[in-house]
């Protein structure tokens, strides 16, 4: 279908930001829940023609160079062939707290399962099921998301410390606080947030700053405690 030119315009002005897009795509027919995200709308492609066919959950991100495509084009290949025209068409169905990887692709009849995460390059032909990380092309689940949880619990840790020696060995300085706008967790008790203020734990934890200012306890008893379990005196 083609596109008018007020309309093209339209869509490139909602463009403008991740919300200012998820209402146009959403006016157009999409199903979108609450609290999604485009990282960069310029950079994002949706199946608009067909986009009653789209539905996604709540707290889903979509990166850079994400992709959903409801049709395939093998249509114009068999309308030369062929002489025939076979239309094509297929829902996409994107569950609740899903996140992708920049450059992944989901293609038509598809179905994400909540608490999903979809790596970068990934192209989804087939459905994934929920709690589930899913690699590669065509894409295919290569562990649970609680598996990854526990896995990501002690290599987080070595690549904070990895993250502070390299801040030594390149810039040759010691590492502060703010260097650290997301290994914060392993020297910031919940009850020290405030004594923080140059990093951005509240933005960086999102919902889960509630729950990390009432629970958590870090790793470490001070940042200089963290420092040394890095190496760095």
Not at 2 to 23: F, L, P, V
Not at 54 to 61: D, E, H, M, Q, S
Not at 209 to 221: E, L
Request: charged letters at 25%.
């Amino acid at each position: 279908m083609k596109i008018s030119k007020i309309e093209r315009a339209k869509r490139w002005w909602a463009k403008r930001s991740s919300q200012t897009y998820i209402d146009y795509i959403r006016s157009k027919g999409v199903q979108i829940g609450d609290h999604c995200r485009i990282v960069n709308p310029r950079l994002f492609d949706i199946d608009l023609q067909r986009a009653h066919l789209i539905t996604i959950g709540n707290n889903v991100t979509f990166n850079q160079y994400n992709c959903l495509v409801c049709h395939d084009g093998v249509a114009q290949l068999f309308r030369q062939k062929f002489h025939d025209y076979l239309p094509s068409n297929g829902h996409i169905t994107i569950g609740n707290n899903v996140q992708f990887g920049q450059h992944a692709t989901v293609l038509k009849g598809v179905t994400i399962g909540d608490n999903c995460f979809i790596g970068f390059g990934a192209t989804v032909t087939h459905d994934i099921p929920a709690n589930s990380i899913a690699v590669g092309t065509p894409a295919k689940v290569i562990c649970t998301i609680d598996e990854y949880y526990e896995r990501r619990k002690t290599e987080a840790l070595q690549e904070s410390f990895e993250f502070a020696r390299g801040i030594v060995s390149r810039y040759h300085r010691r590492p502060v606080p703010e260097d650290f706008t997301e290994s914060f967790v392993w020297f910031v008790d919940g009850k020290d947030i405030d004594k923080y203020p140059k990093i951005p734990i509240k933005y960086q934890l999102g919902q889960a700053y509630d729950n990390y200012k009432a629970n958590h306890v870090a790793k470490f008893s001070s940042f200089d405690e963290f420092l040394k379990a890095a190496g760095i005196e």
